[in-house]
């Protein structure tokens, strides 16, 4: 009873805090202050109170409060600045526009309360990229789409104050729709923990029932006849009756099978080995003063079971800092050094390059080859028209606060790093407006008229803008990927061509990311000519993307090659290591990313994801279900033709259509395979009826990538793998776009870096270095998962030897729930003699020590495929159990009986009995556990000889004739012998 | 690496050896060769042990004599309850053919009397049978109070079953002569039983004490009048009564009777002989179908004749080193095989 309490309120008081915890931070997040236009006026509100159709005004740096339409803001054509890195990870700024016709009404109060317009759109769904709507507002229908919709969870940046109207609130908001489930994660142990405990409940009852109708035999043969002695109680009026009664009182006594203090063992011990992960050094970030931090303390043993490591990319498996590493202008490659002997520097001897001629250069740029300072210096016109395109052609915005002291906030982090690289070689970006660019170019501050930006996307996979400079020439810069770049190139510069692609491929072997930049000079009839065109396609409402990118064509084309940019996506320390120990230890590793195909694809290399020496990657990027089935089928045709065939076992097992849950077995490939995947063909391949074609063909692969991924279908290949396949699957990410696939997996690592907390606060386990994980799972879920196993086994094992004693002793006491055992002894075994050798061993022991499980991370595969505890190895326990308690009894009972000592007097009564058997039980468990034990520390020695020593010190003590004079009753046993 | 900010402490872990799971410690290395010496000894000392208990108890001798059926008219008598007043006494001859030599102890012995039922094991008083309060029988359901609700003394299950026989051993030196083999009725009990456990209240007059209390049913003579003949042995102390409590594990079971008092004729032990056993035949045991003997038994260092326990340990060392010789057998040819590979 005492253990069962005990239990009761330890989970009781963690829930209850966890509980008080989660309502105070809703409490805060409800009770936020938001300004609600009521009559006429701003009012100041609570967050709960705001409600479809309100009008709010958000301010600079304010949070959004639910997904509401952009109706007018401070900027210039109600252009709103957001960043959205709870949203997606991403920490550019964004920008959204208002439709001019509420944008008009600015902040007049009096207009926006006016504002009668009707919103109608679709209904909330999880879609953060796309929505549509009408705005019907005088009698006029206006088409919406997410470029006006604010979403919860944005933030507004450099924009002092707008209004909007709430679309969806609350739980309908696309941030709480792409959250995800939040629940209770349990261990494979736990269930099977469960699971088991039912079963020996289910034992137990058949062993009482069995020894029920033993009694009720005996008691008719014998007890009945033995009445003369004891006459059977007045209620007991058969032997059937009596047999009722003795089934409970062996449900009684048996009941220490059933092993309560089970549960409180495990959560100590989790618990303990959590406080190990928060405790590690190795697992210690300096530079951020971070020590790793094991947030859940229920999943300990899961982190040695692991098959699946979902991780994000950007600030996981990279810094997300995006690096100016290389050029190559007009055929000349700049970045490496070289000393005198003509052979390359090593980053360490490296001098880094002087920028002060540049006052408004960036002091934390660094770049290593003087030549094309030498260059720049020099005037080159080339490399002059090189920077000047890379500081015109971008969509970053600056900031400056203090003079001199440029912020910019790029869409993406390598158009941050271009420009900074433009920035400190002298052709600063300034500012911009929507119509002027103005770069300070070598110290002279030119404005730059832009006529057009033509934005990027990933068809076009290339941006480009057409500015009129100060000489008034209309110049079209461009930079795109060089697959594209080259086809549009003017024919005159194929030779230059062929020099810089030898540049880049050089550049993208070490990694980096490449772009390539050209130039066109328009002339004035021409554009003006396309500029028609172009605002027409602009205003088109059928097609307009198609007309658009065609538009766009007649003027990106005869361009004229300036030269390649390589930026290095710096990876974390160590994370091409740790995924190769990763995939000898067989764990799977799918990069799930919301970046773009090429740039995860160079990073999987860089990372060792993929080898070179891979037989093929396949990419999967089908339009409809007919094309992703084809291509995943043959990929599969290569990678294992049969399973394709009928006869194939899983094949016929799935033709038998079986009901979920069900499983599919590993299947093996044939060779070393990559999959890419992006989230289009993947949103297809997950809601269609193809998600077993897609798990099968992805498990056969050694890496995969999936691009493009909305934070929710990250968590939907979380989900399918779990759903489909027993293995324990591990998520890493570092951004709240993460967060869903942190809840769905078995466990969730957040990554505590660049991006905020949502990631963290979601997690089980944090730390700060990608590398981490390697110690994380391979040294200690190796550990916890072999210490719960032999805690696990033991402690079921230690249970039936010290309860079974009893059946085998019901034969020789017709069945009367006689006990082997004394009182005390009973209470004390579980609670005080075995319990801390148990705990110690389950916290101390170290069956390899890390460098070994380090060393050979194959070691970590047992606890994959869970062999070291399951219902098997619980049969076993059950066994030795059975086998152990049958020599304590029967040997201790051949021993005494009729025994006699050596002078005469009898020692086959009951207290001699019952002391043989319970110290012999208490050698054989404490033996156990010495040769279970095989990493002997000072702690192990002292508890396991300790509770050996006290239960011979309790022994002495409670059966002292002290104890016995003063409590008769309680303190029954008494030592036989005295000195006379 | 970064500087850090000088006001924020560093959060690194501590580096002690707990935290860093750097404990000293040794490990323990199965080799081959270590668990075969362990094998190996292990083996040795139990067979070794065996042999020695087993010739041991082979070097006592005891003879068992069982009455039930023998005494058939007396084990008829006491079927019926209501004859309990009727004396029936039995006598049993027997020869001995060779003498039993040095320290002889006589035993009864109980088959298929369960004195270890729960109901029963716990229908006793301590603090009763301690002398100090004479009337807690609170514990002893079902014989707490005689029908006139006076409390019976001694209370309880065990005590109202007591063994009840006499037996008394006679030599029959000729067709003529018997002589009443001289046996101690002391120091039959565990020390601690007498002194601590079991004591008289403190009064000199028994009787006296126990006014106001009933005798168990089935005991012919009150608790205080139990040994005529040794006014000390009587009440709780009487040493046939203390055995008597002392529950037995297993329902058979032997407690001793007496001991040999060596002297005159039997200063060696039993002489070869004709002897008879006269039993006072009370205890009924028929009526639950049990029985019950006289033994007679000498004994060694390591008890009596039981072998069990040196065959357990002969059976052990057997199969250690069957077990041992086994694994030697593995181990060499593993090892050849390791061998052979690396000569490849």
């Known amino acids: 009873m005492t253990p069962l309490m005990v239990v009761l309120s330890i989970t009781a008081v963690k829930d209850a805090i966890d509980d008080l915890k989660r309502h105070q931070s809703d409490d805060r997040v409800n009770n936020l202050p938001v300004l609600l236009l009521v009559n006429g006026k701003m009012k100041e509100d609570k967050w709960m109170n705001v409600q479809v159709g309100d009008i709010i005004k958000l301010e600079n740096n304010q949070p959004v409060v639910a997904d509401i339409l952009l109706l007018s803001s401070s900027e210039p054509y109600s252009l709103t600045y957001i960043e959205t890195a709870d949203l997606d990870g991403e920490t550019n700024l964004k920008v959204k526009q208002a439709i001019s016709v509420t944008s008009d009404m600015e902040d007049r109060l009096e207009l926006l309360s006016a504002f009668n317009g009707e919103v109608r759109c679709e209904a909330p769904n999880n879609k953060l990229d796309r929505f549509s709507g009408i705005l019907t507002y005088k009698g006029k229908n206006y088409f919406l789409d997410h470029d006006k919709l604010l979403l919860r969870g944005c933030i507004i940046r450099n924009t002092d104050w707008c209004y909007g109207l709430v679309i969806y609130t609350g739980p309908d908001t696309k941030l709480m729709q792409n959250s995800g489930k939040s629940t209770v994660k349990r261990t494979q142990i736990d269930h099977l923990m469960n699971v088991l405990v039912l079963w020996i409940f289910l034992g137990l009852g058949i062993i009482c029932f069995v020894l029920a109708v033993g009694h009720g035999i005996w008691q008719n043969k014998k007890g009945y006849h033995f009445q003369i002695f004891l006459p059977w109680e007045k209620y007991v009026s058969s032997s059937a009756v009596s047999a009722i009664l003795i089934f409970w009182s062996y449900f009684i006594i048996l009941n220490t099978m059933v092993p309560i203090s089970l549960y409180v063992s495990v959560e100590i011990i989790r618990l303990g080995n959590s406080l190990y992960i928060?405790?590690?050094?190795?697992?210690?970030?300096?530079?951020?003063?971070?020590?790793?931090?094991?947030?859940?303390?229920?999943?300990?043993?899961?982190?040695?079971?692991?098959?699946?490591?979902?991780?994000?990319?950007?600030?996981?498996?990279?810094?997300?800092?995006?690096?100016?590493?290389?050029?190559?202008?007009?055929?000349?490659?700049?970045?490496?050094?070289?000393?005198?002997?003509?052979?390359?520097?090593?980053?360490?001897?490296?001098?880094?390059?002087?920028?002060?001629?540049?006052?408004?250069?960036?002091?934390?740029?660094?770049?290593?080859?003087?030549?094309?300072?030498?260059?720049?210096?020099?005037?080159?016109?080339?490399?002059?028209?090189?920077?000047?395109?890379?500081?015109?052609?971008?969509?970053?915005?600056?900031?400056?606060?203090?003079?001199?002291?440029?912020?910019?906030?790029?869409?993406?982090?390598?158009?941050?790093?271009?420009?900074?690289?433009?920035?400190?070689?002298?052709?600063?970006?300034?500012?911009?407006?929507?119509?002027?660019?103005?770069?300070?170019?070598?110290?002279?501050?030119?404005?730059?008229?832009?006529?057009?930006?033509?934005?990027?996307?990933?068809?076009?996979?290339?941006?480009?803008?057409?500015?009129?400079?100060?000489?008034?020439?209309?110049?079209?810069?461009?930079?795109?990927?060089?697959?594209?770049?080259?086809?549009?190139?003017?024919?005159?510069?194929?030779s230059l061509c062929d020099v810089t692609m030898e540049h880049l491929d050089d550049c993208a072997s070490e990694g980096l990311r490449t772009l390539m930049v050209a130039y066109r000079e328009l002339d004035e009839a021409f554009f003006q000519d396309w500029s028609k065109r172009h605002t027409e396609a602009c205003l088109s409402l059928e097609n307009r993307e198609s007309r658009l990118s065609s538009v766009y064509e007649e003027v990106e084309k005869d361009l004229m090659l300036l030269g390649v940019t390589a930026i290095e996506d710096k990876l974390q320390d160590g994370v091409p290591e740790t995924i190769i120990i990763l995939k000898k230890a067989k764990i799977r590793l799918w990069v799930l990313t919301g970046d773009k195909q090429e740039t995860a694809v160079n990073i999987a290399y860089s990372c060792n994801l993929f080898e070179d020496e891979m037989d093929e990657v396949f990419v999967v990027e089908g339009r409809d279900d007919e094309t992703i089935r084809k291509e995943?089928?043959?990929?599969?045709?290569?990678?294992?033709?049969?399973?394709?065939?009928?006869?194939?076992?899983?094949?016929?097992?799935?033709?038998?259509?079986?009901?979920?849950?069900?499983?599919?077995?590993?299947?093996?490939?044939?060779?070393?395979?990559?999959?890419?995947?992006?989230?289009?063909?993947?949103?297809?391949?997950?809601?269609?009826?193809?998600?077993?074609?897609?798990?099968?063909?992805?498990?056969?692969?050694?890496?995969?990538?999936?691009?493009?991924?909305?934070?929710?279908?990250?968590?939907?290949?979380?989900?399918?793998?779990?759903?489909?396949?027993?293995?324990?699957?591990?998520?890493?990410?570092?951004?709240?776009?993460?967060?869903?696939?942190?809840?769905?997996?078995?466990?969730?690592?957040?990554?505590?870096?660049?991006?905020?907390?949502?990631?963290?606060?979601?997690?089980?386990?944090?730390?700060?270095?990608?590398?981490?994980?390697?110690?994380?799972?391979?040294?200690?879920?190796?550990?916890?998962?072999?210490?719960?196993?032999?805690?696990?086994?033991?402690?079921?094992?230690?249970?039936?030897?010290?309860?079974?004693?009893?059946?085998?002793?019901?034969?020789?006491?017709?069945?009367?729930?006689?006990?082997?055992?004394?009182?005390?002894?009973?209470?004390?075994?579980?609670?005080?003699?075995?319990?801390?050798?148990?705990?110690?061993?389950?916290?101390?022991?170290?069956?390899?020590?890390?460098?070994?499980?380090?060393?050979?991370?194959?070691?970590?595969?047992?606890?994959?495929?869970?062999?070291?505890?399951?219902?098997?190895?619980?049969?076993?326990?059950?066994?030795?159990?059975?086998?152990?308690?049958?020599?304590?009894?029967?040997?201790?009972?051949?021993?005494?009986?009729?025994?006699?000592?050596?002078?005469?007097?009898?020692?086959?009564?009951?207290?001699?009995?019952?002391?043989?058997?319970?110290?012999?039980?208490?050698?054989?468990?404490?033996?156990?556990?010495?040769l279970k034990t095989t990493y002997w520390t000072m702690i192990s020695h002292v508890v396991i000889w300790g509770s050996l020593g006290f239960y011979f010190c309790m022994s002495f003590l409670l059966y002292s004739d002290g104890l016995c004079l003063a409590f008769p009753d309680v303190f029954q046993f008494l030592a036989p012998e005295k000195k006379e | 690496m970064e500087e850090r900010p000088q006001h924020r402490p560093s959060r690194l872990p501590d580096n002690s050896a707990l935290k860093q799971q750097e404990l000293p410690a040794h490990r323990l290395y199965f080799t081959a060769r270590r668990v075969l010496f362990v094998f190996f000894t292990t083996g040795i000392f139990s067979l070794c042990m065996g042999i020695i208990l087993i010739l041991s108890a082979r070097s006592t001798q005891e003879i068992e004599i069982n009455y039930t059926r023998i005494c058939a008219n007396c084990a008829k008598l006491r079927e019926n309850a209501s004859n309990f007043d009727k004396e029936c006494t039995c006598s049993i001859p027997f020869n001995l053919s060779g003498k039993m030599m040095g320290n002889i102890y006589m035993y009864y012995k109980l088959y298929g009397f369960y004195q270890n039922l729960y109901r029963y094991v716990r229908s006793r008083s301590n603090r009763q049978l301690m002398g100090k309060d004479i009337k807690a029988v609170d514990d002893c359901a079902p014989f707490k109070m005689s029908d006139n609700k006076t409390p019976i003394v001694p209370c309880g299950a065990i005590a109202n079953s007591m063994f009840n026989d006499t037996i008394i051993l006679l030599h029959n030196i000729n067709s003529s002569v018997q002589i009443k083999v001289p046996m101690l009725k002391s120091g039959l009990t565990w020390w601690t039983d007498k002194y601590v456990k079991f004591q008289n209240p403190s009064s000199k007059n028994l009787a006296d004490e126990f006014r106001g209390t009933t005798k168990p049913p089935n005991w012919p003579k009150p608790i205080y009048d139990l040994d005529k003949k040794d006014p000390r042995n009587n009440g709780f102390l009487n040493d046939d009564f203390i055995v008597w409590m002392r529950a037995a594990a297993f329902p058979t079971f032997k407690k001793l009777y007496g001991r040999l008092n060596r002297t005159h004729h039997f200063i060696e032990g039993l002489p070869a002989g004709n002897y008879s056993l006269n039993i006072t035949y009370n205890f009924p045991v028929t009526r639950f179908h049990g029985e019950k003997s006289v033994v007679l038994s000498t004994l060694t260092w390591c008890g009596g004749n039981s072998l069990f326990l040196g065959l357990a340990y002969t059976v052990t060392g057997a199969i250690t080193w069957l077990a041992s010789f086994a694994m030697m057998a593995i181990h060499i040819m593993l090892k050849n095989k390791k061998m052979s590979f690396f000569h490849q």
């Not at chain 1, 404005?447 to 033509?454: A, D, P, S």
């Not at chain 1, 069945?815 to 082997?820: D, E, P």
């Not at chain 1, 005390?824 to 050798?837: A, D, K």
């Open chain 1, 278 to 494: 928060n405790w590690d050094r190795k697992m210690f970030y300096a530079p951020r003063n971070t020590p790793a931090q094991a947030r859940t303390t229920t999943l300990n043993e899961e982190l040695g079971q692991v098959k699946y490591v979902f991780s994000d990319k950007t600030g996981t498996l990279t810094q997300n800092i995006m690096i100016f590493n290389k050029c190559s202008i007009n055929g000349k490659l700049y970045g490496d050094t070289y000393d005198k002997d003509g052979q390359r520097v090593t980053v360490s001897e490296k001098e880094k390059v002087d920028f002060s001629y540049n006052k408004l250069a960036d002091p934390k740029f660094s770049f290593y080859d003087k030549t094309l300072v030498e260059a720049v210096k020099k005037g080159d016109h080339w490399v002059h028209l090189f920077f000047r395109s890379l500081s015109l052609c971008h969509t970053v915005m600056s900031e400056e606060k203090v003079e001199g002291m440029l912020v910019y906030q790029a869409q993406s982090p390598d158009e941050g790093a271009l420009v900074t690289a433009a920035r400190n070689f002298g052709f600063v970006f300034r500012s911009r407006t929507s119509e002027t660019v103005i770069v300070v170019e070598m110290g002279k501050t030119r404005v730059y008229q832009l006529l057009t930006i033509l934005d990027f996307n990933n068809v076009r996979k290339r941006m480009s803008v057409i500015v009129r400079t100060p000489e008034d020439r209309i110049m079209l810069f461009c930079k795109g990927a060089d697959t594209i770049i080259c086809e549009l190139l003017h024919p005159s510069c194929s």
């Open chain 1, 632 to 930: 995943l089928r043959t990929a599969r045709n290569k990678m294992k033709p049969e399973s394709l065939l009928d006869s194939d076992p899983i094949n016929i097992y799935l033709t038998t259509k079986p009901e979920l849950p069900f499983e599919i077995p590993e299947e093996v490939a044939n060779g070393n395979y990559g999959l890419i995947i992006d989230g289009y063909s993947l949103a297809y391949a997950l809601e269609g009826n193809l998600e077993l074609e897609l798990l099968r063909t992805a498990c056969m692969c050694k890496g995969v990538i999936c691009c493009r991924m909305t934070p929710l279908q990250k968590a939907q290949v979380v989900e399918l793998m779990k759903r489909y396949k027993k293995v324990v699957t591990l998520a890493v990410g570092d951004g709240a776009n993460d967060v869903s696939m942190i809840k769905a997996a078995h466990i969730g690592v957040g990554i505590s870096g660049q991006e905020g907390l949502q990631a963290m606060l979601n997690s089980d386990f944090t730390f700060s270095q990608f590398q981490y994980l390697q110690r994380l799972l391979l040294v200690h879920g190796r550990w916890s998962y072999n210490r719960m196993c032999k805690f696990l086994s033991y402690f079921f094992y230690k249970n039936f030897t010290f309860t079974l004693v009893h059946f085998w002793y019901a034969f020789f006491n017709g069945f009367s729930a006689q006990t082997v055992y004394e009182t005390w002894f009973i209470t004390c075994y579980n609670l005080v003699y075995t319990s801390l050798p148990v705990l110690g061993m389950s916290l101390f022991d170290q069956d390899v020590n890390e460098t070994w499980s380090l060393l050979f991370p194959e070691l970590y595969e047992p606890g994959q495929h869970n062999l070291y505890f399951n219902k098997k190895e619980f049969v076993k326990c059950l066994m030795h159990g059975i086998y152990s308690s049958f020599v304590l009894f029967f040997v201790p009972m051949g021993t005494l009986y009729n025994a006699e000592r050596n002078d005469g007097k009898d020692i086959s009564d009951y207290q001699s009995f019952s002391l043989v058997v319970q110290t012999s039980l208490i050698w054989v468990v404490t033996i156990q556990i010495a």
